[in-house]
């Protein structure tokens, strides 16, 4: 799909990958439905401010949990309610959710199946390699158990790209750019992603000058 001309290169390149996952995880495995309370954990990133406005068209509440530097952005891009991770532990609040969407993972599966209603649904976009093994196994038992199910999305590469752009084109989805940086600052912006400092999408600019 070719970018659409209204749309800068900084939001084409942040909209496919992370839209698709939270695309996925929220309608695909989620099956996200009106009504709905849903927590996006580690929500800062491009899965999370874009999961919750794609949330949004659904009449839902959203829960995110992040960094404390993160949350006045999430509540900017459609949040109602915002953690702290640092401060609460969000499996530990007595709250319950339908669905949970994970971009972190480093909790054990019943420590997120204790914050799920019954029936409802734990979605990992990924994480914790061990962790993602835990739910692997654990998970069907799981089910079994207490009827709440743990998903592990496979992407499917631009799939609903059509879908994201429509609702971007109608001012209902935006990206939240980190940087964009230059080429000549991509050490630096590796480290803040790789420290979980930025906020949505990091992008590097390349200048003709650079190429």
Known sequence: ????????FATAACIPHAAALAMQSLFDLGRLAPGFKVLINGAG???GTL????????NVEVTCVDSAAKLDMLRSVGFDHVLDYQTQDFTKLGQVFDLIVDT????APW???????????????????????QLLIVGPLVKILTGKVFRIVALKPNKDLERVHALHSAGKLTCVVDGPFALADLPTAVQRFGAAKHKGKVVITVDA???
């Open 1 to 8: 799909m070719r970018k659409p001309s209204g749309m800068s």
């Open 45 to 47: 990133g491009g899965v």
């Open 51 to 58: 999961g919750v406005q794609l949330s949004k068209t659904m």
């Open 104 to 107: 972190k993972t480093t909790r």
């Open 111 to 133: 420590q997120y199946a204790r914050v799920l209603r019954p029936g409802g649904i734990y979605v990992t976009v990924g994480g914790n390699l061990l962790r993602l093994l």
């Open 209 to 211: 000058s650079e190429a």
